[in-house]
């Protein structure tokens, strides 16, 4: 089966930090690029980081500059996103994402697996 699961979410106060995992399974995982997204409440879903073969990590929200990492272990086919200096504004729920591709869009009409969603609350 062919699936993206996210876990690590929860509720951290404001200036902690949270590690997500997306373990990837049933596809090549060279063979995607894979991303975080967000979708915070009452907002459209944007692109936060991503990791691809080509550029390694490219930053899509400027606002989480300095604060978040991507990182990614290709033996356990595993994405992490580590969030430092949290704050209420990260407040959202996060999904990974993989596109087929040897570089990151950020285009959330281009990914082609999501994961289920992983709740980030951020408490000030």
């Known amino acids: 089966e062919v699936q993206l699961v996210e876990s690590g979410g929860g509720l951290v106060q404001a200036g902690g930090s949270l590690r997500l995992s997306c373990a990837a399974s049933g596809f090549v995982f060279d063979d995607y690029a894979i991303g975080w997204f967000r979708e915070a409440p009452g907002k459209e879903r944007e692109a936060v980081l991503c990791?691809?073969?080509?550029?390694?990590?490219?930053l899509f929200a400027d606002s989480v500059k300095g604060r978040f990492t991507i990182s990614s272990d290709n033996a356990k086919n595993t994405v992490y996103l580590q969030m430092n200096s949290l704050r209420p504004e990260d407040t959202a729920v996060y999904y990974c994402?993989?596109?087929?591709?040897?570089?990151?869009?950020?285009?959330?009409?281009?990914?082609?697996?999501w994961g289920q969603g992983t709740l980030v609350t951020v408490s000030s």
């Open positions: 994402a993989a596109e087929r591709s040897t570089y990151c869009s950020g285009s959330y009409y281009l990914a082609e697996i």
């Open positions: 990791i691809s073969s080509r550029d390694g990590s490219t």
